[in-house]
């Protein structure tokens, strides 16, 4: 069993930064590999970014390549979401999630785990 509280979020103006966490509970963080989603008022859950469990791979959404960063901290239990040059369309509640299990990436289904969920929103 893995809790997730995500935090970090807030309101700011665009081209400004934001970093996000995620801590997790549980001794076997480490294997899991982790993601970041987000979801807009009236759009489905899109995938951000995804960290494999070995911290080797990473996946982002075309949309924020190049301007958003995940890391991970095990030692810390924490993964983290670094979010530049913040545009008003990542407005967003961000969820992050975590998975043993193989499958799309890109895709809810495989993740077993979702934290609360923390609000960014960016102001043109």
């Known amino acids: 069993q893995v809790q997730l509280v995500e935090s970090g979020g807030g309101l700011v103006q665009a081209g400004d930064s934001l970093r996000l966490s995620c801590a997790a509970s549980?001794?076997?963080?480490?294997?899991?590999?982790m993601a970041w989603f987000r979801q807009a008022p009236g759009k489905e859950r899109e995938f951000v970014a995804f960290l494999s469990w070995r911290a080797s791979i990473t996946y982002y959404a075309d949309s924020v390549k190049g301007r958003f960063t995940i890391s991970r901290d095990n030692a810390k239990n924490t993964v983290y979401l670094q979010m530049n040059s913040l545009k008003p369309e990542d407005t967003a509640v961000y969820y992050c999630?975590?998975?043993?299990?193989?499958?799309?990436?890109?895709?809810?289904?495989?993740?077993?785990?979702w934290g609360q969920g923390t609000q960014v929103t960016v102001s043109s």
């Open positions: 549980g001794r076997t963080f480490s294997m899991y590999s």
């Open positions: 999630a975590a998975t043993l299990k193989s499958g799309p990436y890109y895709d809810t289904t495989p993740y077993e785990y």
